[in-house]
């Protein structure tokens, strides 16, 4: 059992130094904080104390990482998984993901299992898994792309998503398609981009613009399209905000939708269908994939068989294109 000795070996630091830093973490230099924080995540130490009063008992508590909680979609996942839980009488913990990825083994002392939904980063899943090696703590994530090894997953191809709108716009008679979207250091935008080009073709990619995910970015992006003095005919963008951002900046210039432009949105949020005009705009299902991720999660607790599961997206077509 690795003790506050070890970790204060591995650190190079004092005990009595880690002791007060496990009293108040802002009771130690930074310096030496990040060292303490370094050597726990290393070692997967837990406080004794915390761990002797847990050992062989259960929370009925799950907790749940995901990027941001003020984006629509991230709001609607989070409902849809704490409902469910709810009514099995499981309180959800939220953390989120920090830029800096960092998470230690006490960050999920107080939790039974373990569900990261959508994570900008793939390798956020994978210092989940090793820092959960060992505890008995199942880690479910929700995806949207191809499963990976570490984990249980449920997950839906975005990828074939956006290449799906992109076939309906080109179908539709657009030539000069715009993508608007987010980093690339993000996983999920990279799919969505790989359905775009795997798709339309080169001379028919009027612009990409990869930066942000709020609607801000889809207006600023929408007004350098217009400031350039030749408008796409089409532009498919990663969410609904961004679209709605699209939306918004053309027609505050007298551009029609879809008269001039149409414009498709991504995971079909509240925003796509309560907006003006109405966002076409790609669904996948993130009810059932949050009710079946908290299925899977509950029943790998219980020492129950799981599996992967997988779901499709579908195309909803409104007003805007």
Known sequence: MVTIKDVARHAGLSPSCVSKYFKEKNSVRENSRLRIEEAVCALKYVPSDIARSLRGKRSNAVKVLMPVITRPFFAEVFEYLRLPFSKAGYNLLLQTITDEGAFYPQDFVFADGVIVAFPDDDSVINRLADILEGTGKPLVALLGHQKVENCITVSADISQGMAEAAKYLLASGCERIAFIGGTVESS??????????????????????????????????????????????????????????????????????????????????????????????????????????????????????????????????????
């Open 188 to 321: 999920p935008s990279n799919e969505r981009f790989r359905g775009f080009t795997s798709v339309v073709p080169p001379e028919a990619q009027y612009a990409i613009y990869r930066r942000d995910f709020s609607l801000e970015w889809g207006h600023t992006a929408a007004q350098r399209m217009y400031d350039s003095g030749k408008l796409p005919d089409g532009v498919l963008c990663e969410n609904d905000s961004i679209a709605a951002g699209v939306i918004r900046c053309f027609l505050s210039n007298g551009v029609k939708i879809p008269g001039d432009v149409a414009v498709i949105g991504f995971d079909d949020t509240i925003i796509a269908d309560m907006y003006w005009p109405s966002i076409t705009s790609v669904s996948i299902p993130i009810k059932e994939m949050s009710e079946t991720a908290v299925g899977i999660l509950l029943d790998a607790i219980n020492a129950k068989p799981v599996s992967n599961r997988s779901f499709q997206s579908a195309l909803v077509v409104r007003e805007s294109s």
